[in-house]
């Protein structure tokens, strides 16, 4: 059985490849071979500049499915995420939106990754796609039956692009507490939108609540990387290092520099 994929003891950097619109997609070009190249082309650009891992996404697949996407999806997700893995070496975690947590399980699985990005693990929140309710006891089954145990979940908490109002009375440092007894193997903690910082009060209360590692989800800036990294286990970056801090361009790759220095300053 393999082990499970563990953080570094400093702070760790993950930067993210929001993979072009894929087959079947509204949004999609008509070549997947395109789309590929792509991924690859950011990949090893994040690979040279340093950073401890990547995550794949398919955040241009607009209007989002929910729960459960096709199986082009997941299988081109799992052909690009295994090459980036065997290119670059690093750990890899995916996501499939929205709150297609079996489908990145499967994906994982066949693509040799390290981890999922959960949304929807404990507790349910209204996002743009209706109701999302909580997955933990279907996805850990899942895993089970797969014997796919060594890839870890990292699960989001009162994550972005949410209304949160129907577990109002439910604390971030509860719903912490919640995913760790439940089984997630990492917690993320985010703003309230894509590139929005997420509250530092957030994420130092998740930390008390939980033993698990703590990622940080989203709004990483040259800015902010200072007060978050001293805290956070590790921080997912997207927008900021892209040009024009637009999470749909290109990345940036003198921004990543300046936050890799950032990240490795005392």
């Not at 997420?198 to 703590?214: E, F, G, W, Y």
Request: proline fraction near 2%; charged fraction near 25%.
């Amino acid at each position: 059985m393999k082990n499970k994929f563990s953080l570094k003891k400093r702070c760790s950097l993950f930067t993210m490849i929001h993979v072009q619109a894929l087959p079947g997609t509204p949004h999609y070009q008509g070549s997947f071979e395109k789309i590929f190249d792509q991924a690859m082309k950011e990949a090893l650009l994040y690979k040279c500049a340093g950073v401890d891992g990547i995550i794949i996404e398919n955040m241009h697949d607009t209007p989002y499915l929910k729960n459960i996407v096709g199986h082009e999806i997941s299988t081109a997700m799992a052909v690009i995420g295994r090459e980036i893995k065997k290119e670059t070496k690093l750990p890899v975690g995916i996501q499939i939106l929205a709150g297609a947590n079996q489908a990145a399980l499967s994906a994982a699985l066949a693509g040799g990754l390290d981890f999922i990005r959960a949304e929807g693990f404990v507790f349910a929140h209204v996002a743009d796609e209706g109701i999302i309710e909580s997955c933990a006891g279907e996805l850990l089954r899942f895993r089970k039956q797969m014997e796919a145990t060594h890839i870890a979940i990292w699960a989001d908490i009162k994550k972005k692009h949410s209304s949160h109002a129907i577990t109002a009375d439910v604390s971030i440092a509860e719903t912490a507490h919640a995913a760790e007894f439940f089984g997630a193997d990492a917690l993320i903690v985010t703003g309230t939108a894509t590139g929005q910082e997420a509250d530092l009060n957030d994420l130092i209360n998740t930390k008390k609540a939980s033993k698990l590692p703590v990622a940080v989800g989203s709004g990483i800036t040259e800015q902010n990387i200072d007060k978050f990294k001293s805290h956070a286990d590790a921080l997912i970056v997207g927008s900021w290092i892209k040009k024009d801090g637009d999470w749909k361009n290109e990345p940036d790759s003198q921004k990543l520099k300046i936050l890799i220095e950032k990240l490795l300053s005392n």
